[in-house]
């Protein structure tokens, strides 16, 4: 991947460059009016007019302008949300439009970024000089596929609770992968206790509130990796009692999903290492001292509330308990969600990292102009020769989805794209590939 890189369309990069500084020194005249002869890149004069002049409210206690405050602060003061445009206009200018073409090899004239076998904790790869995995989607518009070339994506659909299904052996969890369903919706029907036409993709529950399988898809990562109460109340805009109902009935309708992530904490408790599907080890040094101080404090909370608040601090437990509870809870609770998360989506990393070796053998076979050119966390981009045959295409799919490990199938999404993010269903391009292709070379 390092080595093949991308093209980058000069051209495009050009345009879109001249029309995001017009648009960034519009922004600029704007605000100067409203916020003054003030350096609206310094964090520090940007703090003294929003707190000091304006007398907004500092949520944050630390005079934060970050872009959750500033986007707070905006739902009162409207000309924030100015500054938010700019930002965002800003960096997409600065950072990619700007930067990127600099770093094209000459040699080749392509785009090389780096990806890093070891650069995330949990075993995915990581990428940097420049980011492709961070690649915004206005400026995937410039990574282009050569004449005669198409960028093939190919997606593994749900990799993450597929390794969850299988490993903790849930058999609920399973079902609708043994038996072609649709999992968010699945789990929306048994959690939400819905009928499945309220379930459906798009579709609003009875009382046209929610969409069930919007809010379990959101969800359903979120409490695989631990989430607390108040993020996922955040994540779907719910209250932090409805988060925590939810968070609750999920784990009582899937026992053995449930049983088997506690089996991991407990594990990491005692040993200080978990383990992938393939054996890699996360070692968390120096927990086993902090889990028997949890676990003890703990003790002596349930033996006065019956459990431990969501709320320590709002509790009636004597101060030294808070105390002590919160001395240890944080770093307890982080590990807790490491080691859940090291061995799901490290497993889910190790099966990405073997389907791309065997991919990757697959397009040497092809022929020199067959690359791996990316993989963006559970998608692996490909540039192949726009003549690519269906038959092709299917045998990339069995590749992708025969790794020995699970006893349900697994699946893969597929598009095509002459342009990084111009998205076109593989079955549509097969059917209308002449089309397609004339319409690339007008």
Same mark, same amino acid.
């Given at each position: 991947m390092e080595k093949n890189g991308f093209l980058v369309d000069l051209e495009f990069a050009k345009k879109y460059t001249e029309k995001l500084r017009v648009e960034v020194t519009s922004l600029e005249q704007k605000l100067s009016e409203i916020f003054g002869d003030i350096n609206i890149n310094s964090?520090? =004069?940007?703090?003294?007019?929003?707190?000091?002049?304006w007398k907004l409210e500092d949520k944050s206690n630390r005079r934060s302008v970050d872009a959750d405050t500033i986007k707070f602060l905006a739902l009162e003061n409207k000309n924030l949300q100015l500054l938010l445009d700019y930002r965002e206009k800003n960096k997409l200018l600065t950072t990619y439009f700007e930067a990127l073409p600099q770093k094209i090899w000459k040699r080749d004239g392509r785009l090389h970024g780096s990806f890093n076998q070891t650069g995330t904790a949990t075993g995915r790869? *990581?990428?940097?000089?420049?980011?492709?995995?961070?690649? $915004? $989607?206005?400026?995937?518009?410039?990574?282009i596929a050569p004449a005669g070339k198409v960028i093939i994506g190919k997606d593994l659909s749900q990799i993450e609770p597929r390794c969850l299904a299988y490993m903790s052996g849930d058999i609920h969890f399973q079902d609708p992968y043994l038996n072609g369903g649709d999992l968010y919706s699945s789990l929306a029907s048994r959690v939400f206790k819905l009928d499945m036409e309220y379930c459906l993709d798009g579709a609003y529950d009875p009382t046209h509130t929610f969409k069930p399988r919007k809010r379990m898809k959101t969800g359903l990562l979120a409490v695989m990796y631990g989430t607390s109460n108040y993020t996922l109340s955040k994540q779907l805009d719910i209250t932090v009692e409805e988060a925590e109902a939810f968070i609750e009935e999920f784990l009582d309708t899937y026992p053995q999903a449930r049983d088997y992530m506690q089996g991991i904490r407990d594990f990491v408790d005692k040993n200080e290492y978990v383990e992938t599907y393939e054996g890699r080890k996360r070692r968390f040094p120096k927990h086993r001292e902090v889990a028997k101080q949890y676990h003890a404090v703990v003790r002596e909370i349930e033996a006065m509330a019956g459990k431990?608040?969501?709320?320590?601090?709002?509790?009636?437990?004597?101060?030294?308990?808070?105390?002590?509870?919160?001395?240890?809870?944080?770093?307890?609770?982080?590990?807790?969600? =490491?080691?859940?998360?090291?061995?799901? =989506?490290? *497993?889910s990393a190790d099966y990405i990292k073997l389907v791309m070796l065997r991919v990757n053998e697959y397009l040497k076979s092809r022929g020199d102009d067959w690359k791996l050119i990316a993989t963006i966390h559970d998608e692996i981009l490909m540039e192949v020769p726009d003549t690519i045959t269906a038959e092709d295409i299917a045998e990339l799919d069995r590749i992708m989805t025969n790794?020995?490990?699970?006893n349900f199938p697994v699946k893969t999404d597929t598009v095509v794209m002459y342009k990084w993010g111009d998205e076109i269903p593989v079955k549509e391009w097969l059917e209308n590939r002449e089309d397609y292709n004339a319409k690339r070379t007008a």
């Amino acid at each position: 991947m390092e080595k093949n890189g991308f093209l980058v369309d000069l051209e495009f990069a050009k345009k879109y460059t001249e029309k995001l500084r017009v648009e960034v020194t519009s922004l600029e005249q704007k605000l100067s009016e409203i916020f003054g002869d003030i350096n609206i890149n310094s964090n520090d =004069q940007l703090a003294k007019v929003l707190y000091d002049d304006w007398k907004l409210e500092d949520k944050s206690n630390r005079r934060s302008v970050d872009a959750d405050t500033i986007k707070f602060l905006a739902l009162e003061n409207k000309n924030l949300q100015l500054l938010l445009d700019y930002r965002e206009k800003n960096k997409l200018l600065t950072t990619y439009f700007e930067a990127l073409p600099q770093k094209i090899w000459k040699r080749d004239g392509r785009l090389h970024g780096s990806f890093n076998q070891t650069g995330t904790a949990t075993g995915r790869y *990581s990428s940097n000089n420049p980011n492709l995995q961070n690649i $915004p $989607p206005e400026a995937r518009g410039m990574f282009i596929a050569p004449a005669g070339k198409v960028i093939i994506g190919k997606d593994l659909s749900q990799i993450e609770p597929r390794c969850l299904a299988y490993m903790s052996g849930d058999i609920h969890f399973q079902d609708p992968y043994l038996n072609g369903g649709d999992l968010y919706s699945s789990l929306a029907s048994r959690v939400f206790k819905l009928d499945m036409e309220y379930c459906l993709d798009g579709a609003y529950d009875p009382t046209h509130t929610f969409k069930p399988r919007k809010r379990m898809k959101t969800g359903l990562l979120a409490v695989m990796y631990g989430t607390s109460n108040y993020t996922l109340s955040k994540q779907l805009d719910i209250t932090v009692e409805e988060a925590e109902a939810f968070i609750e009935e999920f784990l009582d309708t899937y026992p053995q999903a449930r049983d088997y992530m506690q089996g991991i904490r407990d594990f990491v408790d005692k040993n200080e290492y978990v383990e992938t599907y393939e054996g890699r080890k996360r070692r968390f040094p120096k927990h086993r001292e902090v889990a028997k101080q949890y676990h003890a404090v703990v003790r002596e909370i349930e033996a006065m509330a019956g459990k431990v608040p969501s709320n320590i601090w709002a509790s009636d437990l004597p101060y030294k308990v808070k105390q002590s509870y919160w001395a240890v809870a944080k770093n307890y609770g982080r590990v807790a969600r =490491q080691s859940v998360n090291a061995v799901i =989506q490290g *497993s889910s990393a190790d099966y990405i990292k073997l389907v791309m070796l065997r991919v990757n053998e697959y397009l040497k076979s092809r022929g020199d102009d067959w690359k791996l050119i990316a993989t963006i966390h559970d998608e692996i981009l490909m540039e192949v020769p726009d003549t690519i045959t269906a038959e092709d295409i299917a045998e990339l799919d069995r590749i992708m989805t025969n790794i020995e490990w699970f006893n349900f199938p697994v699946k893969t999404d597929t598009v095509v794209m002459y342009k990084w993010g111009d998205e076109i269903p593989v079955k549509e391009w097969l059917e209308n590939r002449e089309d397609y292709n004339a319409k690339r070379t007008a």
